[in-house]
């Protein structure tokens, strides 16, 4: 059996921070430096596009270490947990897409997230995506990560949480990503994902 291993890469200017246009540099829950973290931390950033004027805009971008991203999943329901675990499972063949990543003989960013990892769906043609990567120190983690999940998915999987879960991430977005002033309040923001 033919073991993979992680890559690391440059950081791509896609995952950097919109606000400073440089890499994350704190985590959002504990603000320790992830610059000098030693475990790895996630990269999520949310987009809404609007395709008749070829425009999008960021819902909500963060950096979360891995310590923070244990507890906040921790706190999930054990239903909710297993679900998502077995949402992903059998939607993403994480050794295939190992393997695809990695056989390039450079990383292309690009190419990793121009379509949705679980229904195939090319970034173009999605009015809502959410962006996921993983990274150590100033490095980006190549593996499974990164990858696109398009809206669809997203509701998905907010479909399978229990309502606790679903109060908790509230909590969450309430306190660390509100959203911002004109957004339509009709039209809630995406999910967070931690994984």
Partial sequence: M????PRLADIPPEFHSDETGAP????????????????????????RTFPN???????????????????????FSDESRQAIELYFETRI?????????????AFDADASTATCAVNGTPRTDLNEYQLVGAFTGDRMIVYT???????????????LLSKATRDELGGFMAEHLPQPPGL????????????
Wanted: with cysteine; net charge negative; proline share 4%.
């Fill in 145 to 159: 990560t990164p990858m696109l999940l398009s809206g669809a998915v997203l509701d998905e999987v907010t479909m």
């Fill in 53 to 75: 004027f070829d425009a999008k805009d960021l819902i909500f971008e963060y950096a979360i270490c891995q310590e923070c991203a244990e507890e906040m999943m921790a706190s």
């Fill in 2 to 5: 033919e073991f993979l291993f």
């Fill in 24 to 47: 994350f540099e704190r985590c959002l829950i504990c603000e320790r430096s992830l610059m000098d973290y030693e475990g790895a931390y996630l990269v999520e950033k949310a987009y």
């Fill in 93 to 105: 063949d994480e050794d295939t897409r190992a393997r695809q990543l990695l056989a390039a003989e």
């Fill in 184 to 195: 339509d309040k009709d039209v809630p923001a995406p999910p967070i994902l931690i994984f």
